[in-house]
């Protein structure tokens, strides 16, 4: 058969429906690949596990469409991260606490998805609990980038991005806490969406900061994108944060397009100190697409955007420690028994289950919710997040679209930064401030560095504007990004 391992899922949909190509050879290329993988000196390591059974649903799938059956995604197979919840399938979130675990259902996203007729076929490797931004933090070991196997993927969602890269899947479901997604669409030469927050469900998703998270998709065109995005977004009861707004259309042709006349805002303050200078040529090149088609593009000071990574490590942490105190060996996961009662068995258990990051950050967390630090730290910190949503939303009154490089650096090598927390953070650089203010965010491919390292810039616009978003984005491939 054709090598189908990394078209995209439009294409892949075509060929199915001209019976060139079946879901099952497409499920077979993608193992053959990643067992291909697996057999090499260094391996990527994106699946924690295909499944068994990923080839009967594909062959159901093939019957489903021999009969006659039309769906949106029928018999696409796609890569889920070890944080979504699919049904009778181990989730362990890449963390030892969660051993032994297996799900009781799926998440919303899932169930649509699959209603749809896709193919959930494997678990994505990730940052313990999605806290990292490497994909280095996990007990099944780091993720590679399939450019330079001696670099990051970029995390927490590495596993989910560099399946699609590698032709391991058509498309993959990642998370979002400050730029999980983004970020390893960037260092893998991705589509990355972080869409609004409440647009798709969090039903399912193991939960890290509640008023962060966000599920977002790795896709190889914004037409793919465009396509999940219709299938998976919309109300749902299950998740009091989802919201009842109108979800964009499944065709990349219905949605705004065309770059002349947009506003284009652009930050000094992602740019400067610490920015590789090849990613700036990148960035810089964008910025003249967008002015060579009509765009009007404005370099702005925004001072808030300084404040957001510290925003962000004050506000997840928090969130993070309230949220994971329900991993404690009783309810459910791995339970070790320190033999001393019931409080050993939760020190014990928490001890051995949690790697280095995960407790660096309840450690952090709860020192900023402790009495006496919670005014200065916490509080203060919602306060200045609440500035930044309005400052923002009025930034989005005059502009249509914010425009930064999505990372200051290309893919940096594999232990660079493990040791150093604080360069570790500053990945996140230009990614926090649309988690902080739940406005949707999408990383393009922008070019390659002279050693062939991937480069994404980013635009976000104002809540529910992923069709402008994409559109964008499609534009601009038009125009010769």
């Known amino acids: 058969?054709?090598?189908?391992?990394?078209?995209?899922?439009?294409?892949?949909?075509?060929?199915?429906?001209?019976?060139?190509?079946?879901?099952?050879?497409?499920?077979?290329?993608?193992?053959?690949?990643?067992?291909?993988?697996?057999?090499?000196?260094?391996?990527?390591?994106?699946?924690?596990?295909?499944?068994?059974?990923?080839?009967?649903?594909?062959?159901?799938?093939?019957?489903?469409?021999?009969?006659?059956?039309?769906?949106?995604?029928?018999?696409?197979?796609?890569?889920?991260?070890?944080?979504?919840?699919?049904?009778?399938?181990?989730?362990?979130?890449?963390?030892?606490?969660?051993?032994?675990?297996?799900?009781?259902?799926?998440?919303?996203?899932?169930?649509?998805?699959?209603?749809?007729?896709?193919?959930?076929?494997?678990?994505?490797?990730?940052?313990?609990?999605?806290?990292?931004?490497?994909?280095?933090?996990?007990?099944?070991?780091?993720?590679?980038?399939?450019?330079?196997?001696?670099?990051?993927?970029?995390?927490?969602?590495?596993?989910?991005?560099?399946?699609?890269?590698?032709?391991?899947?058509?498309?993959?479901?990642?998370?979002?806490?400050?730029?999980?997604?983004?970020?390893?669409?960037?260092?893998?030469?991705?589509y990355g969406l972080k869409p609004s927050y409440g647009r798709l469900s969090r039903y399912g998703l193991v939960a890290f900061g509640s008023s962060l998270d966000q599920i977002g998709i790795c896709a190889r065109t914004a037409g793919d994108a465009a396509l999940i995005l219709s299938v998976a977004a919309g109300r749902d009861d299950h998740d009091e944060t989802s919201a009842d707004a109108p979800v964009p259309g499944a065709r990349l042709e219905a949605l705004p397009r065309g770059l002349a006349g947009l506003r284009v805002a652009v930050p000094g303050e992602f740019s400067g100190i610490g920015t590789d200078p090849e990613v700036a040529s990148a960035f810089e090149r964008v910025i003249s697409l967008f002015e060579k088609a009509g765009a009007a593009v404005e370099r702005i000071s925004f001072p808030l955007l300084k404040s957001c990574i510290a925003l962000y490590y004050i506000i997840a942490p928090a969130e993070a420690s309230s949220n994971l105190a329900r991993f404690d060996g009783i309810r459910y996961g791995a339970r070790v028994d320190g033999g001393k009662g019931l409080f050993s068995l939760y020190s014990v258990t928490r001890d051995r289950g949690f790697g280095p990051e995960v407790k660096r950050r309840i450690v952090v967390g709860n020192f900023v919710l402790s009495s006496g630090y919670v005014d200065a730290y916490y509080k203060k910190a919602l306060a200045v997040r609440t500035l930044l949503v309005r400052e923002l939303t009025g930034l989005f009154g005059r502009f249509d679209l914010l425009l930064s490089p999505t990372s200051p650096t290309p893919a940096f090598r594999i232990g660079e930064k493990v040791d150093d927390p604080v360069a570790m953070y500053l990945s996140d650089l230009c990614t926090t401030f649309a988690n902080l203010a739940g406005v949707p965010a999408l990383s393009i491919p922008a070019g390659a560095t002279k050693s062939g390292l991937p480069i994404g810039v980013q635009i976000a616009g104002k809540l529910f504007s992923e069709p402008l978003l994409l559109g964008t984005a499609a534009a601009l491939r038009g125009e010769g990004l």
Not at 23 to 31: D, G, N, T
Request: hydrophobic share 40%.
């Open 1 to 190: 058969m054709m090598d189908a391992t990394k078209l995209p899922v439009v294409e892949i949909l075509s060929l199915i429906d001209d019976g060139k190509l079946s879901s099952e050879e497409l499920v077979k290329a993608y193992r053959a690949a990643l067992e291909g993988d697996r057999a090499s000196a260094k391996p990527l390591n994106a699946y924690v596990e295909f499944f068994d059974d990923a080839g009967d649903l594909a062959r159901a799938a093939d019957a489903r469409r021999k009969a006659g059956e039309r769906l949106p995604l029928l018999g696409v197979p796609f890569a889920v991260k070890d944080n979504i919840s699919i049904a009778g399938r181990a989730l362990t979130c890449a963390s030892d606490i969660l051993e032994g675990y297996t799900s009781p259902y799926s998440a919303t996203v899932i169930e649509r998805l699959v209603a749809a007729g896709a193919i959930p076929v494997g678990r994505t490797n990730m940052d313990e609990f999605a806290m990292g931004s490497s994909c280095e933090y996990s007990r099944y070991g780091a993720t590679r980038n399939p450019f330079d196997r001696d670099r990051t993927p970029g995390g927490s969602s590495g596993g989910s991005a560099v399946a699609v890269a590698a032709g391991m899947a058509a498309f993959s479901l990642g998370s979002e806490t400050g730029g999980s997604v983004r970020l390893p669409a960037s260092f893998c030469g991705l």
